[in-house]
């Protein structure tokens, strides 16, 4: 599991404070998974709103301190506050951001995290996340989920709910912008085994084309929506119309939901 032994014994240390206001998002949810292709130093709380990050953030912060762990403050702004745990092998950032309530799922109870995001709904931020910023760790988030979760097409598409300000071309348009990377900047991740930059970008180049054709496929109507199985799964669609029709259409809304078919 790419989350290590300290990271898991903060995350259940601070479960307590857990809910529908405070939960674990960011990348967290995904190295919550065991193929996860890569290690962070950092752990992620999203709240709906600006004021319970402070509120939270001194909650954790207290629990963690009672706990024995030595916590340093590192950053403190009414949106953001970032903490560092320093333990003798291994030091831990914690951040509490504030994040929009739009979300396609209710948040999930874990036996780790206390509550967290759907992972869905993470891997939709991560989308947008790489749209907006250069860091490669976020491009090798983005091609690991491409391969074994949701196609960069379909998270693209069901980010435009999240964001109307955006369409899949732009989206698509802007990531590609953010692949500049050296070989270097991947050896600096902590990484479960080595990542080759040049298969990487060969990933890239086909999974960005196959996006392509499936935006230009998918009918604008259902823009921002997420497809979902008839297990009520996330999958990446089919170019085949008769198959992409029994797919269920679902669209986020505050505080997400549960798929419902009429």
Not at 53 to 63: G, P, T
Not at 202 to 218: C, D, M, P, Q
């Amino acid at each position: 599991m790419p989350l290590t032994p300290l990271q898991i014994q903060i995350l259940k240390t601070i479960a307590i404070n857990r809910g529908q206001d405070s939960y674990i998002a960011g990348a967290t949810v995904q190295h919550i998974d065991n193929d996860s292709p890569r290690f962070s130093d950092d752990l992620d709380l999203f709240h709906d709103l600006q004021e319970k990050v402070a509120q939270c953030a001194e909650q954790d912060a207290a629990v963690l301190t009672e706990n024995g762990y030595n916590l340093q403050w590192l950053l403190r702004t009414p949106s953001f506050h970032r903490a560092v745990i320093l333990a003798e092998k291994e030091n831990v950032r914690i951040e509490w951001a504030q994040d929009s309530a739009f979300r396609f799922f209710p948040l999930q109870d874990d036996p780790i995290c206390g509550f967290r995001l759907h992972k869905a709904d993470a891997a939709v931020n991560k989308m947008l996340t790489l749209a907006g910023r250069q860091e490669v760790r976020d491009f090798v988030d983005i091609l690991h989920l491409n391969d074994t979760y949701l196609s960069i097409g379909s998270m693209a598409w069901a980010a435009c709910g999240k964001d109307p300000g955006y369409t899949p071309d732009f989206i698509l348009e802007q990531a590609a912008r953010h692949t500049a990377y050296t070989q270097e900047d991947v050896n600096r991740l902590n990484l479960k085994k080595p990542l080759d930059l040049h298969d990487m970008k060969r990933k890239w180049l086909k999974a960005h084309e196959e996006a392509r054709g499936l935006i230009s496929f998918l009918p604008p109507e259902d823009i921002g929506c997420l497809y979902l199985n008839q297990g009520r799964q996330p999958v990446t669609p089919s170019s085949d119309p008769a198959l992409c029709s029994r797919l269920i259409r679902h669209h986020g809304r505050a505080g997400g939901s549960w798929p419902t078919v009429k």
